[in-house]
């Protein structure tokens, strides 16, 4: 008897067909196994009994990195066959799903350690279980004369293991030793000085307790380090990089390290200890740490300018061999940001390095491994001990490729939002999700955007017949796609409003095109009404949506800059409930942020509606408490206000969180009226802003109530706040929650969203 098999899911590049093979030998079986353009094809061949076996045993226990999203059996003629082989790839349509790089696996740490291995101390060192494979990976099928590996010929020795189908490294494409494959160098003095081997990692790591700040070539482009104990080190890379107070992520040696510097529980963890290895964002240990979570060892004295004001710190392991090799000379965590500005696309390249950002490194550890495809660290919280909530996808868990149950013959292009920007691609079985891109505010980030889409093009010999943009017409996304569709001239393009999409994106997940109740919470999205819409409830199916509901309306004083104000937000409240002459008596920490005049004429510009858009966003509404409550008046980066807030009134004491305060009115025409919570505020109540939140719950607890029968959808940048989702998720869990669980709650997954609706209408 002879099986024809089909697998597709996650299935090339990540030790496939070796499996296969090991499974069908040790079960007697003849045939082969190939890669094609959409997954694996095989055939086995032998008794009934041992082919069920084979096939049972390879959906119970697929390779660590591998997916099976579907698996076809059909019987064919037998060919009396008498062994079983790996055959080469077929060139076929593209379609099979190019996989995230992985963290190094213990496999491979234990090699590199041991004195006698030939790899050890190298840092290049990867298996089919580990290593670099979309940031490498030119076109598919995933062999190595279509990776950035290409140009380093084999050794006699990397050869035959790249051959053992029995082997951990058949078929690696990485595959390299110190004889054949890649190498480091460390560059000092403007390129002028060069040093290579195991000591550039020594010298970079006496660098890096000098206090210098070194660029450090990863798999996905460079970060830029030092040390995060060093005061004057930290502070010197926020100057130099213009970041004054956005938070730094941190790469600790270890996990008792990790525990020395923050609480976590078990979820926290494991999370931070996966093979996808993400930023993980954790409560700094403080005095009112647990006895149960006490460290092993001594609080390293880390910088307060790290993550100023905040009671969170962004953590992540070692991923990489160099980054192990680099912990072996230091016992003090790394400040490891990206290499870019001011959110742009990280930096993947030794010369644009030099060229962006030459003037804030002092030395730079380089390789020669080229990076054809840009690519972040991932970064995720826990919430409530059990919603893992990505924030940021991309190193280790992007491309995602998220299976439809129903085929489609469409070809869409999604193009998502103008901040977090991702691609979304929906064809044949599946849509596929591309890494963060970055925020696109300048020429550099749009051509990093466009690349992008080269790159999934190329990949899966990708022409759209319909490309899905946001509705703001100012969204340079949006732009692209309209000024891309006149260029070619056939393709449609749609747009789907900016809080839809995000319940899209939720409702993907899941696989859910029934109607829903949906919050959808964030900064700003252009409405349908042409105002800015953020603190909205929507009644939603796949197809189309009704406003049940939103904030109280208020204007945005300056339009953008009132996003860098919390201070403009709060003022136009007042603006809503008080005369010029009241506020201007008034002695609360907003109105003292300002000069008389400057109030007297923003109260001008509000009256005439002059450069001060109506809007319903929450997330304003979040800045508005913060500045009213004195936290602060100013921000450096998107949600700082809603962090330093929680960081300063929410202590989980229930005291200032009386069911029976008054913070909200809910209107019969479902207007959520901040009046009661601003006058208190206003009044010099600052201890109302520790009622705020849970009271926000309350209001959705009473809203969801009103629906009892429908699915709730939770979306949108404000429910990354952590001190919400614990108030309201425990009051609804004995509801359906569609939470998003692999894809961001903010507007990473936008693209996703707009993807689903054009599916929907199909």
């Not at 002028?192 to 798999?219: D, N, Q, Y």
């Amino acid at each position: 008897m002879r099986w024809h098999c089909r697998i597709t899911g996650l299935v090339q590049g990540v030790g496939f067909r070796p499996t296969v093979y090991r499974y069908a030998t040790q079960l007697g079986l003849a045939g082969w196994v190939r890669n094609d353009g959409g997954g694996v094809t095989l055939e086995v061949e032998g008794d009934e009994a041992a082919l069920r076996a084979f096939v049972e045993k390879l959906e119970a226990h697929p390779p660590p990195l591998a997916r099976i999203d579907a698996f076809e059996v059909k019987s064919v003629a037998a060919r009396g066959e008498g062994a079983f082989v790996i055959v080469a790839s077929e060139e076929a349509a593209k379609a099979a799903p190019v996989t995230p790089d992985m963290s190094v696996c213990d496999a491979c740490l234990e090699e590199m350690r041991n004195p006698a291995d030939r790899r050890h101390g190298y840092p290049f060192i990867n298996c089919t279980d580990c290593g670099p494979r979309y940031t490498i990976t030119r076109t598919v099928p995933y062999d190595r004369p279509h990776t950035s590996m290409a140009k380093f010929s084999m050794c006699e020795a990397c050869r035959a293991e790249y051959e053992d189908p029995a082997g951990r490294r058949y078929h690696a494409q990485p595959i390299a030793c110190p004889q054949c494959g890649p190498a480091m160098a460390l560059n000092m003095e403007n390129g002028e000085l060069r040093i290579g081997g195991s000591e550039a990692i020594a010298k970079t790591a006496e660098l890096l307790k000098a206090g210098k700040i070194v660029a450090v070539k990863g798999l996905g482009g460079f970060h830029l380090m030092c040390d995060a104990t060093n005061d004057e080190a930290v502070r010197r890379l926020r100057e130099r990089k213009r970041r004054p107070s956005k938070p730094f992520a941190l790469m600790v040696k270890d996990l008792a390290m990790a525990k020395a510097l923050c609480d976590m529980d078990e979820k926290e963890e494991t999370l931070l200890a996966s093979k996808e290895r993400p930023i993980v964002l954790l409560k700094k240990r403080g005095k009112t740490s647990s006895p149960n979570l006490q460290s092993p060892i001594p609080n390293p004295r880390m910088s307060d300018s790290v993550a100023p004001g905040i009671d969170r710190l962004g953590l992540m392991l070692p991923y990489t061999p160099l980054h192990y090799l680099l912990f072996d000379h230091l016992e003090v965590p790394l400040v490891a940001t990206s290499a870019n500005l001011s959110d742009e696309p990280i930096i993947r390249d030794y010369g644009e390095l030099m060229a962006r950002l030459g003037r804030v490194v002092d030395a730079v550890l380089d390789h020669d491994r080229d990076i054809v495809n840009a690519c972040d660290d991932s970064v995720a919280q826990v919430i409530g001990g059990e919603w893992v909530q990505w924030l940021r996808v991309a190193r280790g868990v992007a491309p995602l490729t998220l299976p439809l149950q129903t085929p489609t013959e469409r070809r869409i292009l999604a193009v998502g939002a103008q901040q977090k920007s991702t691609l979304a691609l929906a064809f044949d079985r599946r849509i596929v999700l591309s890494p963060h891109i970055g925020d696109l505010h300048g020429i550099e980030a749009m051509e990093y955007f466009e690349r992008t889409v080269e790159t999934f093009r190329r990949f899966y010999d990708f022409t759209p017949d319909t490309v899905v943009g946001d509705l703001h017409p100012g969204y340079e996304t949006t732009k692209w796609a309209q000024r891309r569709g006149l260029e070619v001239g056939d393709w449609r393009l749609e747009k789907v409003q900016h809080h839809f999409a995000h319940v899209l994106a939720a409702m993907a997940e899941h696989g859910v095109t029934q109607k829903v109740l949906a919050f959808a919470w964030d900064g700003t999205g252009y409405g349908t009404d042409a105002t800015v819409w953020g603190g909205e409830v929507l009644l939603a199916d796949a197809k189309g949506f009704k406003r049940l509901g939103h904030l109280r309306p208020f204007r945005l004083l300056g339009g953008e800059k009132a996003v860098k104000e919390p201070r403009r937000s709060a003022l136009a409240l007042l603006f809503e409930l008080f005369s010029l002459e009241e506020i201007l008596a008034m002695q609360n920490p907003t109105v003292q942020a300002f000069a008389p005049g400057e109030i007297r004429l923003l109260h001008q510009a509000w009256r005439k509606g002059l450069g001060a858009p109506v809007t319903t966003s929450m997330g304003r509404l979040f800045d508005a408490v913060a500045s009213l409550a004195g936290v602060c008046q100013r921000v450096g980066y998107e949600g700082e206000a809603g962090l330093l807030l929680e960081a300063a009134v929410f202590d989980g004491n229930e005291k200032s969180r009386t069911k029976n305060e008054k913070f909200f009115e809910l209107t019969e025409e479902g207007v959520i009226d901040w009046e009661p919570l601003v006058r208190r505020l206003a009044a010099g109540e600052t201890a109302a802003a520790g009622g705020f939140i849970p009271a926000l719950a309350q209001v959705m607890v009473a809203i969801a109530h009103a629906h009892p029968h429908l699915p709730i959808v939770l979306a949108g940048g404000v429910f990354q706040n952590r001190t919400l989702c614990e108030a309201v998720m425990p009051r609804l869990k004995h509801r359906r929650l569609l939470l998003p669980r692999h894809t961001p709650v903010n507007d990473g997954a936008i693209a996703l969203g707009q993807a689903w609706y054009a599916l929907a209408m199909d």
